[in-house]
C-alpha cells in the first residue's frame, strides 16, 4: 500500500518553515525521506527506524510516530536549494512467510518551491 | 567514495526490441533494488538483489528481470518492450538493504 503524503505541494519564501507528512496504512519498520530536483536521482535525506525516533541534520530534521504509523519532515529556514519533489519511501515489517528486504513504497511525493 | 553508477544514461529503443540495464552500487554494498519512475505512476519497486539472490520482487510482468553478479553489480532486463516501457529506471544500494539506500542517476529508457 502507498503511504500517502500531505501536502501535494507547497510554495513558501526564503527563511519559512515547512513540514511534510507522511501516512501508512501498513505497521512500518523503517521510512527513508529523499529530495529530488528536476531530472537528477533522488538524494537520501535520512532514514528513520522503528522506535519512534527523530533525526536531523542542519535545518531539516525528521519523525517517526510508531503509533500512527505516520512520520513527518521539518525544514526550517528555507533556502532556495531545498526546491524540488519531496519522497517518503516505507519499508514494511515484514510479513510471515515474506519480506521485505531492499523494497521501499514510495509515497506519490510533495513539491515544495522556494521563492527568493 | 564512488557513488553509484548507472549505465547507459539514455536510451532509445524500438517496440518490440529488448534492453539491458547496468547498475555498479558503492563499493562494500550488497543489496542492489531497481526502481521504475514514470509521471503517472510514481517510483515503483522492481526487484532487490542481495547477494546474487533475488530477495523481493515487484508487481511487474515477467518481461522484466535481473541478475546480480558476485561483485554486487547488477542488470536488469526488460524483453519485448512496450511503449508504456518508457521511464526512468533507477536503482538504489545500500549494505544490506535494511539501511540507507543511495541512488544512481538513472537511466532514461525511451521506447519508440
Known amino acids: 500500500q502507498q503511504p500517502v503524503q500531505s501536502p501535494q505541494a507547497v510554495i513558501l519564501r526564503e527563511g519559512e518553515d515547512a513540514v511534510i507528512n507522511c501516512s501508512s496504512s501498513?505497521?512500518?519498520?523503517?521510512v527513508h525521506w529523499y529530495r529530488q530536483k528536476h531530472g537528477e536521482a533522488p538524494v537520501f535525506l535520512m532514514i528513520?527506524?522503528?522506535?519512534?525516533e527523530q533525526k536531523g541534520h542542519d535545518k531539516i530534521s525528521a519523525s517517526f510516530n510508531e503509533k500512527k504509523q505516520q512520520s513527518s519532515l521539518y525544514l526550517t529556514a528555507s533556502q532556495l536549494s531545498y526546491s524540488g519533489t519531496y519522497f517518503c519511501?516505507?519499508?514494511?515489517?515484514?510479513?510471515?512467510?515474506?519480506?521485505?528486504?531492499?523494497?521501499?513504497?514510495f509515497g506519490q511525493g510533495t513539491i515544495l518551491t522556494v521563492h527568493p | 567514495k564512488a557513488g553509484v553508477t548507472q549505465t547507459p544514461r539514455y536510451l532509445i529503443k524500438t517496440r518490440g526490441q529488448q534492453v539491458t540495464l547496468s547498475c555498479s552500487p558503492i563499493?562494500?554494498?550488497?543489496?542492489v533494488s531497481w526502481y521504475q519512475q514514470t509521471p503517472g505512476q510514481g517510483l515503483q519497486f522492481l526487484f532487490e538483489?542481495?547477494?546474487?539472490?533475488?530477495?523481493n520482487k515487484g508487481n511487474f510482468p515477467g518481461r522484466f528481470s535481473g541478475r546480480q553478479f558476485s561483485n554486487s553489480r547488477s542488470e536488469m532486463n526488460v524483453s519485448t518492450l512496450e511503449l508504456g516501457d518508457s521511464a526512468l529506471y533507477l536503482c538504489?544500494?545500500?549494505?544490506?538493504?535494511?539501511?540507507?539506500?543511495?541512488f544512481g542517476q538513472g537511466t532514461r529508457l525511451t521506447v519508440v
Open positions: 519511501g516505507t519499508e514494511m515489517l515484514p510479513n510471515a512467510g515474506g519480506t521485505s528486504y531492499g523494497k521501499l513504497t
Open positions: 501498513k505497521a512500518l519498520y523503517s
Open positions: 528513520l527506524l522503528k522506535g519512534g
Open positions: 563499493s562494500g554494498h550488497r543489496s
Open positions: 538504489a544500494s545500500s549494505l544490506q538493504g535494511r539501511a540507507e539506500a543511495f
Open positions: 538483489y542481495f547477494s546474487e539472490t533475488q530477495r
